[in-house]
């Protein structure tokens, strides 16, 4: 069994801040991920809301 990591990004209430990545070794593209949700974080910006 191979188990790889699923990054999702949260804000308050279940929103999600951009949009979920798998797995990869490109970490300059990890590092624009992370940047990028914390810039829809700040601005307020979901991508989706995940129900309770």
């Keep these: 069994m191979n188990a790889q ?3 999702v990004l949260m ?3 279940n929103n ?3 949009q979920p990545r ?3 070794l490109d ?3 990890f590092v624009e991920f992370l940047k990028q949700g914390v810039v829809n974080y700040n601005k307020g910006q ?3 809301t ?3």
């Design 5 to 7: 990591p699923y990054y």
């Design 50 to 52: 995940i129900p309770e």
């Design 11 to 13: 804000g308050h209430e």
């Design 22 to 24: 798998a797995y990869d």
């Design 46 to 48: 979901t991508v989706f």
């Design 16 to 18: 999600v801040v951009s």
């Design 27 to 29: 970490v300059d593209e």
